[in-house]
């Protein structure tokens, strides 16, 4: 599915890490969000509220949970959660697209 | 209004410029489209096929439109428009949010 339907969408991006992180948040008719972006090439840590469920649309990036010792590579086609209130590191080797969903 | 409501969203985004645009397509139940996105400060120069109706929600720009000679600053709350089948320079001072309305 390449887009997602019956939704409301925010209009004003979230823009993180100075632009390296560039998203736009998607509200769907139960309430629930997701956030639709990019992520550019970059060393960054995301810390996490919700749980997540990153899916990847295009790019490569290696990740590494809280806790965790080893990085794993994802890329399009593939994803990765991660528990709510915890963090990621994600090293983005080619640009990311993602689809973020929260909960 | 904050938000585009019952629209469809493109997952992908639209990279442009090595990332300094970035918008996502939202699609409209009568078919029309627009784009909600943002432009880092740079000098960019944007091709139109329709006309485009350039929103601003955030941030502060000078624009130059195809065959006119003066530059004409924008900001949060003013949208500027270009004909189709033309062109127009951009000079972001502050970060760009915009939505972008085709036709």
Partial sequence: MSQFDNVSVVKQANVYFDG???SHTVVFADGSKKSVGV??????????RAPEIMEING???KVRRAGESGWKTYQAGEQFSVPGNSSFEIE????LDYVCHFG
């Fill in 20 to 22: 390296k992180c560039v």
């Fill in 39 to 48: 992520i550019f090439p970059s060393q960054l840590v995301f810390n996490t």
């Fill in 59 to 61: 790019g490569v990036c």
């Fill in 92 to 95: 983005t080797l080619e640009t």
